[in-house]
Protein backbone atom coordinates (compact mmCIF):
# COMPACT_ATOMS: atom_id res chain seq x y z
CA UNK A 1 0.00 0.00 0.00
CA UNK A 2 2.88 2.57 0.86
CA UNK A 3 4.63 1.53 -2.37
CA UNK A 4 1.53 2.19 -4.38
CA UNK A 5 1.03 5.66 -2.87
CA UNK A 6 4.41 6.80 -3.70
CA UNK A 7 3.65 6.31 -7.14
CA UNK A 8 0.67 8.48 -7.39
CA UNK A 9 2.76 11.35 -7.36
CA UNK A 10 1.80 11.99 -10.68
CA UNK A 11 -1.94 11.92 -10.83
CA UNK A 12 -2.06 14.08 -7.60
CA UNK A 13 0.11 16.53 -9.02
CA UNK A 14 -1.61 16.59 -12.42
CA UNK A 15 -5.11 16.17 -11.74
CA UNK A 16 -6.05 17.34 -8.31
CA UNK A 17 -5.74 21.01 -9.01
CA UNK A 18 -7.10 21.08 -12.33
CA UNK A 19 -10.81 21.95 -11.45
CA UNK A 20 -9.23 24.87 -10.31
CA UNK A 21 -6.83 25.91 -13.25
CA UNK A 22 -9.28 28.59 -14.69
CA UNK A 23 -9.06 30.24 -10.91
CA UNK A 24 -5.69 29.85 -10.87
CA UNK A 25 -4.95 31.66 -13.99
CA UNK A 26 -7.13 34.89 -13.15
CA UNK A 27 -5.78 34.92 -9.61
CA UNK A 28 -2.26 35.39 -11.18
CA UNK A 29 -2.96 37.28 -14.16
CA UNK A 30 -1.93 34.86 -16.63
CA UNK A 31 -3.72 33.48 -19.71
CA UNK A 32 -5.47 30.42 -20.21
CA UNK A 33 -2.20 28.87 -22.15
CA UNK A 34 0.13 30.30 -19.42
CA UNK A 35 -1.67 28.28 -16.80
CA UNK A 36 -2.06 25.11 -18.96
CA UNK A 37 1.68 25.27 -18.99
CA UNK A 38 1.56 24.43 -15.24
CA UNK A 39 0.68 21.18 -16.04
CA UNK A 40 3.37 20.67 -18.94
CA UNK A 41 6.68 21.78 -16.45
CA UNK A 42 5.21 18.98 -14.06
CA UNK A 43 5.03 16.89 -17.04
CA UNK A 44 8.25 17.86 -17.97
CA UNK A 45 9.02 17.37 -14.24
CA UNK A 46 8.02 13.94 -13.82
CA UNK A 47 10.36 12.76 -16.68
CA UNK A 48 13.32 14.36 -15.61
CA UNK A 49 13.06 13.91 -11.76
CA UNK A 50 12.89 9.53 -12.94
CA UNK A 51 16.42 10.28 -14.85
CA UNK A 52 17.99 11.61 -11.84
CA UNK A 53 16.46 9.74 -8.98
CA UNK A 54 16.37 6.09 -10.36
CA UNK A 55 20.56 6.27 -11.23
CA UNK A 56 21.36 8.20 -7.69
CA UNK A 57 19.01 5.24 -6.21
CA UNK A 58 21.18 2.75 -7.53
CA UNK A 59 24.35 4.28 -6.08
CA UNK A 60 22.92 5.34 -2.97
CA UNK A 61 20.26 2.84 -1.82
CA UNK A 62 16.50 3.44 -2.06
CA UNK A 63 15.43 4.66 1.18
CA UNK A 64 17.62 7.86 1.28
CA UNK A 65 17.01 9.32 -1.70
CA UNK A 66 13.13 8.40 -1.95
CA UNK A 67 13.06 10.24 1.86
CA UNK A 68 14.69 12.92 0.18
CA UNK A 69 12.28 13.26 -2.72
CA UNK A 70 8.83 13.39 -0.77
CA UNK A 71 10.73 15.89 1.66
CA UNK A 72 11.52 18.08 -1.48
CA UNK A 73 7.46 17.23 -2.87
CA UNK A 74 6.02 18.20 0.32
CA UNK A 75 8.33 21.36 0.48
CA UNK A 76 7.66 22.60 -3.20
CA UNK A 77 4.16 21.73 -2.93
CA UNK A 78 3.40 23.97 -0.06
CA UNK A 79 5.63 27.01 -1.96
CA UNK A 80 3.31 26.91 -4.78
CA UNK A 81 0.77 27.38 -2.82
CA UNK A 82 2.80 30.40 -1.35
CA UNK A 83 3.67 31.72 -5.34
CA UNK A 84 3.20 35.44 -5.95
CA UNK A 85 3.46 35.14 -9.75
CA UNK A 86 2.57 32.43 -12.75
CA UNK A 87 6.70 32.29 -13.79
CA UNK A 88 7.37 31.17 -9.89
CA UNK A 89 4.69 28.23 -10.12
CA UNK A 90 6.08 27.19 -12.97
CA UNK A 91 9.69 27.07 -11.84
CA UNK A 92 8.03 25.71 -8.68
CA UNK A 93 5.82 23.23 -10.95
CA UNK A 94 9.14 21.53 -12.39
CA UNK A 95 10.54 21.13 -8.98
CA UNK A 96 7.73 19.43 -7.74
CA UNK A 97 7.04 17.25 -10.63
CA UNK A 98 10.59 15.85 -10.50
CA UNK A 99 10.38 15.65 -6.48
CA UNK A 100 7.10 13.63 -7.44
CA UNK A 101 8.97 11.47 -9.59
CA UNK A 102 11.74 10.12 -7.32
CA UNK A 103 8.33 8.25 -5.74
CA UNK A 104 7.55 6.90 -8.70
CA UNK A 105 10.85 5.80 -10.13
CA UNK A 106 12.38 4.35 -7.21
CA UNK A 107 8.97 2.56 -5.92
CA UNK A 108 9.42 0.25 -9.37
CA UNK A 109 12.85 -0.24 -8.65
CA UNK A 110 11.85 -1.31 -4.84
CA UNK A 111 9.70 -4.12 -6.46
CA UNK A 112 12.00 -5.15 -8.67
CA UNK A 113 14.16 -5.45 -6.01
CA UNK A 114 12.09 -7.37 -3.30
CA UNK A 115 10.73 -9.53 -6.19
CA UNK A 116 12.83 -12.76 -7.67
CA UNK A 117 11.24 -13.18 -11.57
CA UNK A 118 9.00 -11.63 -14.12
CA UNK A 119 6.32 -13.34 -12.99
CA UNK A 120 6.12 -12.16 -9.26
CA UNK A 121 7.57 -8.91 -10.22
CA UNK A 122 4.33 -8.92 -12.37
CA UNK A 123 2.03 -9.91 -9.68
CA UNK A 124 3.64 -6.89 -7.30
CA UNK A 125 2.79 -4.30 -9.92
CA UNK A 126 -0.48 -5.43 -10.98
CA UNK A 127 -1.65 -5.51 -7.05
CA UNK A 128 -0.44 -2.34 -6.81
CA UNK A 129 -2.79 -0.66 -9.86
CA UNK A 130 -5.70 -1.08 -6.88
CA UNK A 131 -3.87 1.98 -5.53
CA UNK A 132 -2.78 3.89 -8.44
CA UNK A 133 -5.43 3.10 -10.63
CA UNK A 134 -8.01 4.54 -8.29
CA UNK A 135 -5.71 8.00 -8.03
CA UNK A 136 -6.20 9.34 -11.35
CA UNK A 137 -9.96 8.68 -10.60
CA UNK A 138 -10.30 10.29 -7.19
CA UNK A 139 -7.80 12.93 -8.06
CA UNK A 140 -10.44 15.61 -9.84
CA UNK A 141 -13.41 14.67 -7.70
CA UNK A 142 -11.55 15.29 -4.84
CA UNK A 143 -10.22 18.57 -6.29
CA UNK A 144 -13.43 19.84 -7.05
CA UNK A 145 -14.63 19.53 -3.56
CA UNK A 146 -11.50 21.41 -2.09
CA UNK A 147 -12.95 24.11 -3.98
CA UNK A 148 -16.27 24.16 -2.35
CA UNK A 149 -13.92 24.77 0.88
CA UNK A 150 -10.99 26.87 -0.80
CA UNK A 151 -9.07 28.41 -3.66
CA UNK A 152 -6.36 26.48 -5.98
CA UNK A 153 -3.72 27.74 -3.19
CA UNK A 154 -5.67 25.30 -0.87
CA UNK A 155 -5.71 22.59 -2.86
CA UNK A 156 -1.47 22.60 -3.15
CA UNK A 157 -1.74 23.07 0.66
CA UNK A 158 -3.20 19.58 0.68
CA UNK A 159 -1.16 18.52 -1.79
CA UNK A 160 1.50 19.49 0.98
CA UNK A 161 -0.15 17.91 3.67
CA UNK A 162 -0.24 14.37 1.31
CA UNK A 163 3.18 14.64 0.67
CA UNK A 164 4.17 15.19 4.85
CA UNK A 165 2.03 12.51 5.46
CA UNK A 166 4.08 10.10 3.11
CA UNK A 167 7.06 11.27 4.26
CA UNK A 168 6.40 10.50 7.97
CA UNK A 169 5.12 6.90 6.31
CA UNK A 170 8.05 6.62 4.86
CA UNK A 171 10.44 7.55 7.28
CA UNK A 172 8.38 5.07 9.90
CA UNK A 173 7.83 1.95 7.55
CA UNK A 174 9.86 2.23 4.56
CA UNK A 175 12.41 -0.55 4.61
CA UNK A 176 16.02 -0.38 3.08
CA UNK A 177 15.67 -3.13 0.03
CA UNK A 178 19.25 -2.65 -1.98
CA UNK A 179 21.98 -3.90 0.32
CA UNK A 180 25.12 -2.01 0.17
CA UNK A 181 26.84 -4.77 -1.71
CA UNK A 182 24.38 -4.53 -4.78
CA UNK A 183 24.88 -0.25 -4.91
CA UNK A 184 26.23 0.88 -7.67
CA UNK A 185 29.94 2.61 -7.48
CA UNK A 186 31.63 4.79 -10.06
CA UNK A 187 29.82 7.62 -10.30
CA UNK A 188 28.52 9.68 -12.71
CA UNK A 189 30.72 7.73 -15.54
CA UNK A 190 28.81 4.24 -14.11
CA UNK A 191 25.32 5.67 -14.38
CA UNK A 192 26.25 6.60 -18.12
CA UNK A 193 27.48 3.42 -18.77
CA UNK A 194 24.51 1.67 -17.21
CA UNK A 195 22.27 3.37 -19.35
CA UNK A 196 24.23 3.05 -22.25
CA UNK A 197 23.47 -0.85 -21.74
CA UNK A 198 19.96 -0.55 -20.88
CA UNK A 199 19.72 1.28 -24.27
CA UNK A 200 21.37 -0.89 -26.59
CA UNK A 201 19.00 -3.80 -24.80
CA UNK A 202 16.04 -4.50 -27.64
CA UNK A 203 14.11 -6.13 -25.09
CA UNK A 204 14.38 -3.65 -22.83
CA UNK A 205 13.62 -0.60 -24.97
CA UNK A 206 10.89 -2.41 -26.23
CA UNK A 207 9.26 -3.21 -23.20
CA UNK A 208 9.53 0.68 -21.97
CA UNK A 209 8.22 1.79 -25.34
CA UNK A 210 4.96 -0.41 -24.56
CA UNK A 211 4.74 1.22 -20.84
CA UNK A 212 5.07 4.37 -22.50
CA UNK A 213 2.85 4.03 -25.49
CA UNK A 214 0.28 2.25 -23.02
CA UNK A 215 0.57 5.32 -20.82
CA UNK A 216 0.01 7.73 -23.81
CA UNK A 217 -3.15 5.71 -25.30
CA UNK A 218 -4.42 6.60 -21.73
CA UNK A 219 -3.47 10.43 -21.76
CA UNK A 220 -5.29 11.01 -25.36
CA UNK A 221 -8.07 9.27 -23.41
CA UNK A 222 -7.85 11.73 -20.53
CA UNK A 223 -7.45 14.96 -22.95
CA UNK A 224 -10.00 14.08 -25.41
CA UNK A 225 -13.37 12.16 -23.72
CA UNK A 226 -14.79 15.09 -21.38
CA UNK A 227 -15.03 16.55 -25.12
CA UNK A 228 -16.20 13.34 -26.96
CA UNK A 229 -19.05 12.86 -24.89
CA UNK A 230 -19.99 15.68 -23.40
CA UNK A 231 -19.68 18.21 -26.38
CA UNK A 232 -20.14 15.92 -28.98
CA UNK A 233 -22.31 13.30 -27.77
CA UNK A 234 -24.08 15.21 -25.00
CA UNK A 235 -23.95 13.12 -22.17
CA UNK A 236 -23.81 15.14 -18.65
CA UNK A 237 -21.39 15.89 -16.81
CA UNK A 238 -22.71 13.31 -14.14
CA UNK A 239 -22.62 10.63 -17.04
CA UNK A 240 -19.48 11.38 -17.89
CA UNK A 241 -17.86 11.11 -14.63
CA UNK A 242 -19.98 7.57 -14.97
CA UNK A 243 -18.38 6.42 -17.85
CA UNK A 244 -15.31 7.39 -15.98
CA UNK A 245 -15.52 5.32 -13.24
CA UNK A 246 -16.78 2.36 -15.33
CA UNK A 247 -13.48 2.48 -17.37
CA UNK A 248 -11.33 3.10 -14.41
CA UNK A 249 -13.04 0.17 -12.50
CA UNK A 250 -11.97 -2.37 -16.21
CA UNK A 251 -8.56 -1.33 -15.61
CA UNK A 252 -8.01 -2.03 -12.40
CA UNK A 253 -10.14 -5.43 -12.82
CA UNK A 254 -8.01 -6.38 -15.76
CA UNK A 255 -4.80 -5.46 -13.49
CA UNK A 256 -6.12 -8.14 -10.68
CA UNK A 257 -6.56 -10.96 -13.00
CA UNK A 258 -3.53 -10.26 -14.56
CA UNK A 259 -2.27 -11.20 -10.75
CA UNK A 260 -3.76 -14.07 -10.61
CA UNK A 261 -3.56 -15.31 -14.40
CA UNK A 262 0.51 -14.65 -14.67
CA UNK A 263 1.95 -17.50 -12.44
CA UNK A 264 0.81 -20.05 -15.29
CA UNK A 265 0.58 -17.81 -18.42
CA UNK A 266 3.76 -15.19 -17.79
CA UNK A 267 3.90 -11.35 -17.86
CA UNK A 268 4.72 -12.14 -21.94
CA UNK A 269 1.63 -13.88 -23.03
CA UNK A 270 -0.23 -11.18 -21.13
CA UNK A 271 1.19 -8.05 -22.32
CA UNK A 272 1.05 -9.67 -25.90
CA UNK A 273 -3.08 -10.31 -25.02
CA UNK A 274 -3.77 -6.82 -23.49
CA UNK A 275 -1.50 -5.40 -26.46
CA UNK A 276 -4.13 -6.73 -28.71
CA UNK A 277 -7.44 -6.71 -27.52
CA UNK A 278 -6.45 -2.95 -26.87
CA UNK A 279 -5.42 -2.38 -30.58
CA UNK A 280 -8.61 -4.22 -31.53
CA UNK A 281 -10.54 -1.83 -29.94
CA UNK A 282 -8.51 0.73 -30.72
CA UNK A 283 -8.96 0.24 -34.47
CA UNK A 284 -12.73 -0.78 -33.96
CA UNK A 285 -13.27 2.39 -32.30
CA UNK A 286 -11.25 4.88 -35.50
CA UNK A 287 -14.03 2.67 -38.03
CA UNK A 288 -16.72 3.28 -35.68
CA UNK A 289 -15.88 7.41 -35.45
CA UNK A 290 -15.18 7.63 -38.99
CA UNK A 291 -18.76 6.00 -39.88
CA UNK A 292 -20.51 8.18 -37.65
CA UNK A 293 -21.49 5.54 -35.26
CA UNK A 294 -23.20 6.31 -31.71
CA UNK A 295 -22.20 5.78 -28.15
CA UNK A 296 -23.63 1.89 -28.32
CA UNK A 297 -20.88 1.23 -29.92
CA UNK A 298 -17.94 4.06 -28.98
CA UNK A 299 -18.55 3.40 -25.51
CA UNK A 300 -17.24 -0.65 -25.52
CA UNK A 301 -14.44 0.18 -27.66
CA UNK A 302 -13.18 2.67 -25.19
CA UNK A 303 -13.65 0.40 -21.74
CA UNK A 304 -12.28 -2.33 -23.59
CA UNK A 305 -9.40 0.14 -24.12
CA UNK A 306 -9.17 1.26 -21.10
CA UNK A 307 -9.24 -2.07 -19.03
CA UNK A 308 -6.65 -3.30 -21.57
CA UNK A 309 -4.26 -0.59 -20.30
CA UNK A 310 -4.67 -2.64 -16.78
CA UNK A 311 -3.03 -5.65 -18.08
CA UNK A 312 -0.65 -4.03 -20.52
CA UNK A 313 0.96 -1.84 -17.89
CA UNK A 314 2.32 -3.94 -14.59
CA UNK A 315 3.81 -6.87 -17.36
CA UNK A 316 5.33 -4.01 -19.40
CA UNK A 317 7.45 -2.51 -16.06
CA UNK A 318 7.77 -6.46 -15.12
CA UNK A 319 9.63 -7.86 -18.21
CA UNK A 320 11.62 -4.06 -18.32
CA UNK A 321 12.87 -4.32 -15.44
CA UNK A 322 13.69 -8.02 -14.76
CA UNK A 323 17.06 -8.67 -16.70
CA UNK A 324 18.54 -5.93 -15.21
CA UNK A 325 18.30 -6.30 -11.14
CA UNK A 326 21.68 -4.74 -10.74
CA UNK A 327 20.22 -1.37 -12.49
CA UNK A 328 16.45 -1.56 -11.63
CA UNK A 329 17.00 2.10 -10.62
CA UNK A 330 18.11 3.71 -13.72
CA UNK A 331 16.04 0.91 -15.85
CA UNK A 332 13.10 2.56 -14.27
CA UNK A 333 14.18 5.97 -14.01
CA UNK A 334 14.60 5.71 -18.15
CA UNK A 335 10.80 3.91 -18.40
CA UNK A 336 9.66 6.77 -16.63
CA UNK A 337 11.12 9.21 -19.36
CA UNK A 338 9.29 7.22 -21.83
CA UNK A 339 6.11 7.01 -20.16
CA UNK A 340 5.95 10.79 -19.17
CA UNK A 341 7.47 11.74 -22.33
CA UNK A 342 5.66 10.21 -25.00
CA UNK A 343 2.30 10.90 -23.16
CA UNK A 344 3.37 14.65 -23.12
CA UNK A 345 3.70 14.58 -26.76
CA UNK A 346 0.89 12.45 -27.37
CA UNK A 347 -1.99 14.31 -25.22
CA UNK A 348 -2.55 17.33 -27.50
CA UNK A 349 -3.18 15.79 -30.58
CA UNK A 350 -6.47 14.50 -29.20
CA UNK A 351 -7.39 18.30 -29.22
CA UNK A 352 -6.20 18.89 -33.04
CA UNK A 353 -9.35 20.32 -34.62
CA UNK A 354 -10.73 21.72 -31.97
CA UNK A 355 -13.64 20.50 -28.92
CA UNK A 356 -15.61 18.88 -31.63
CA UNK A 357 -13.26 17.09 -33.88
CA UNK A 358 -13.58 12.98 -32.94
CA UNK A 359 -11.19 12.20 -35.81
CA UNK A 360 -7.84 13.40 -34.28
CA UNK A 361 -8.63 11.75 -31.21
CA UNK A 362 -9.18 8.29 -32.85
CA UNK A 363 -6.56 8.17 -35.27
CA UNK A 364 -4.61 8.91 -32.15
CA UNK A 365 -5.92 6.15 -30.11
CA UNK A 366 -4.98 4.05 -33.02
CA UNK A 367 -1.81 4.93 -33.58
CA UNK A 368 -0.47 4.33 -30.27
CA UNK A 369 -2.10 1.39 -29.80
CA UNK A 370 -1.01 -0.30 -33.13
CA UNK A 371 2.71 1.22 -32.62
CA UNK A 372 3.28 -0.77 -29.29
CA UNK A 373 1.90 -4.15 -31.00
CA UNK A 374 4.86 -3.08 -33.32
CA UNK A 375 7.01 -2.39 -30.56
CA UNK A 376 6.16 -5.64 -29.08
CA UNK A 377 8.19 -7.47 -31.61
CA UNK A 378 11.19 -6.31 -30.81
CA UNK A 379 11.22 -8.18 -27.73
CA UNK A 380 10.87 -11.66 -29.41
CA UNK A 381 14.23 -11.80 -30.17
CA UNK A 382 15.38 -11.33 -26.88
CA UNK A 383 12.85 -13.24 -25.35
CA UNK A 384 14.18 -16.49 -27.59
CA UNK A 385 17.78 -15.37 -25.83
CA UNK A 386 16.45 -16.05 -22.37
CA UNK A 387 13.12 -17.80 -22.23
CA UNK A 388 13.73 -19.03 -18.55
CA UNK A 389 13.84 -14.95 -17.33
CA UNK A 390 10.22 -14.55 -18.69
CA UNK A 391 8.67 -16.94 -17.12
Same mark, same amino acid.
Not at 36 to 49: F, H, S, V
Given at each position: ???????? +?????????? =?????????? !???????????????????????????? !???????????????????? !?????????? @??????? #?????????????????????????????????????????? =? #??????????????? @??????????????????????? /????????????????????????????????????????????????????????????????? +??????????????????????????????? #????????????????????????????? /???????????????????????????????????????????????? /???????????? =??? +?????????????????????????????
Amino acid at each position: MLLGALTT +FGPLSMDLYL =PGLPALGDDL !SASASAAQLTITACMAGLALGQLLAGPI !SDALGRRRPMIAGVLLFATA !SGLCALAPSI @WTLLGLR #LVQGMAGAAGISIARAMVRDITSGGAATARVFAMLMLVTGIA =P #LLAPLLGGLLLHVTD @WRGVFAVLAGIGALLLLAAVLRL /PETLPPSARRVGGTSASLGAMGVLLRDRAFVAYALCVGLAFATLTIYLAGSSYLLEDVHGLTPAL +FGLVFAVNAAGMILNAQLSARLVQRLGPSTL #LGFGLATGAVAAVVFLIATLAGAGLVILL /PCLFVLVGSRGMVGPNAQALALTEHPESAGTASGLMGVCQFGIAALAA /PLAGLGGATATK =PMA +FALAASALAAIGVLALSVRAEARTPASMS
